[in-house]
């Protein structure tokens, strides 16, 4: 049986968290003179002097209305970064426990239990990037305290079998992250609906892809109630500027811009897809659920290069384990797309001439 209580740290369960001066007043005094802000304003054309909300409230009211879940069972941060780093702070204690990741998948959740001083299990994907789920079952032990599932993956592109996702969360008595970094290029449904079936569930959502916001650095965890005031306990106070959060709220009042948005990436991706097989190097073009594209080539260092040549990067992960040949390309607009399919085009010319292929 998962229980909460007993996968916390230590040290987390004692905490006192800081209490800034808006947690312990909040109310409508006309001076403020408890935070040691500077009331004489910002050296700028609008006053940025004030501390932003803590909580993020008025975020999380529309993405609560918008998701089906209650204003408390979200937590903002500085990226979907912050809240892997958390999930590693408040879960594992270091030198002791472990976490769980699926390789090839997204680098931070490494490098975070890495910097936690937190081992890392490994157990690969299979060779079509599914859960290897006995693997995984038996990679398992005391220790293991959270799994960092990506789906859609990056970099594979795809979604991962919801049905083994859910069997997971029902046979793991720790914490499941399901990072939906890329959920909105998806036909699949999002886990949040099912936050409310499992309290050992945590969806990571980011606002850095679909939402063209990666500038902001505004991320998500949903979670139930009390993994959430986990959450609230361990992060910086002031963790989301008062920039990104009015920028938020601002981009959250214009859901139509990124629902074209995100139809045109879909469109871009399927034709990107379709042109990248006429290519003679190109051995695999990976189904992708997400606003990038997995590419298997003859010789991805090469064209990796060329492409550099051609001042177009893409990322090269041919080291990657399952992913030998592979280059990762993010889809454009249609104008970089162009332009990347006739430098490919020059790239093949060049590699059929001196039989570099
Ligand atoms: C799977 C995945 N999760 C999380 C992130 C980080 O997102 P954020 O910009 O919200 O920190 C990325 C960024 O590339 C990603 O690919």
Redesign the pocket.
């Known amino acids: 049986m998962f229980d909460l209580e007993n996968i916390i740290r230590e040290n987390i369960k004692r905490l006192t968290p800081y209490s800034s001066a808006r947690d312990e007043y909040n109310g409508a005094a006309q001076i403020f003179l408890d935070a040691n802000e500077n009331s004489f304003g910002s050296p700028l054309e609008r006053d940025y002097n004030r501390y932003p909300d803590p909580l993020q409230t008025e975020i999380k009211e529309i993405i609560a209305a918008r998701n089906g879940v209650a204003p408390n069972e979200i937590f903002v941060?500085?990226?979907?970064?912050?809240?892997?780093d958390l999930l590693v702070r408040i879960f594992c204690e270091p030198s002791r426990d472990n976490v769980l990741i699926c390789p090839p998948?997204?680098g931070?959740y490494e490098v975070s239990a890495n910097i936690n001083d937190v081992e890392i299990k490994c157990v690969n994907l299979t060779t079509d990037f599914q859960l290897d789920f006995d693997e995984v079952k038996s990679a398992i032990d005391q220790n293991t305290k959270v799994i960092f599932i990506?789906s859609?993956?990056?970099?594979t592109g795809n979604s991962l079998d919801r049905f083994e996702i859910l069997k997971l969360l029902k046979d793991f008595n720790g914490i499941v992250a399901v990072?939906?970094?890329?959920i909105h290029f998806s036909t699949e449904k999002s886990f949040v609906s099912e936050i409310k079936n499992y309290p050992n569930l945590v969806v990571?959502?980011?606002?850095?892809?679909a939402w063209g916001l990666?500038g902001l650095?505004?991320?998500?965890a949903l979670a139930n109630e009390k993994t959430i005031e986990l959450f609230n306990r361990v992060k910086p106070p002031y963790n989301v500027s008062q920039i990104a959060q009015e920028a938020i709220l601002r981009a959250l009042g214009n859901q139509t811009a990124v629902e074209e948005t995100i139809a045109k990436i879909i469109r871009e991706r399927e034709k990107l897809i379709e042109n990248l097989n006429d290519f003679s190097f190109v051995e695999k073009v990976y189904p992708s659920d997400?606003n990038f594209v997995l590419v298997k080539t003859t010789n991805a260092d090469a064209i990796y290069r060329f492409l550099i040549g051609e001042k177009i990067v893409v990322r090269n992960r041919n080291n990657v384990e399952l992913c030998a040949g592979c280059l990762r390309v993010t889809v454009g607009t249609p104008p970089e797309m162009e332009r990347l399919l006739q430098s490919l085009k020059s790239c093949e010319t060049k590699s059929e001439k001196t039989q570099i292929s």
Do not use: H, W
Not at 152 to 155: A, I, S, T, V, Y
Not at 179 to 182: C, M
């Open positions: 941060g500085n990226g979907s970064d912050e809240a892997i998948t997204y931070m990506c859609p993956n990056n970099p990072d939906e970094a890329y990571l959502q980011t606002f850095s892809k990666a650095r505004v991320g998500l997400a």
